[in-house]
């Protein structure tokens, strides 16, 4: 498990605003709370979602990962 934190830990940067050859990155990281269960296949979906989001530079990864935090980490 502490594998996995470590994935998900490490800033992925996003390309956005490409005008020509000027490129501006942003690096994000996955918010992980590890516990003493592991997770469970609905919070893997949404981790996986997120970056595959994030590898295709996609415009949805703010709104993933605010859903991601209000619904896995933060839940009500």
């Known amino acids: 498990m502490e594998g996995l934190s470590n994935i998900l830990q ?8 490409s005008t020509g050859m000027d490129k501006l990155y942003l ?3 996955i918010p992980y709370e590890k516990k003493a269960t592991p ?3 609905d919070d893997l979906q949404m981790i996986t979602n997120i970056l595959y989001a994030m590898k295709e530079d996609s415009e949805k990864v ?5 859903d991601y935090i209000l619904k896995v980490l933060c839940p009500t």
């Open 10 to 17: 490490t800033g992925i940067r996003q390309t956005f605003g």
């Open 27 to 29: 690096n994000t990281v």
């Open 39 to 41: 997770p469970t296949v």
């Open 62 to 66: 703010p709104t993933l990962l605010t």
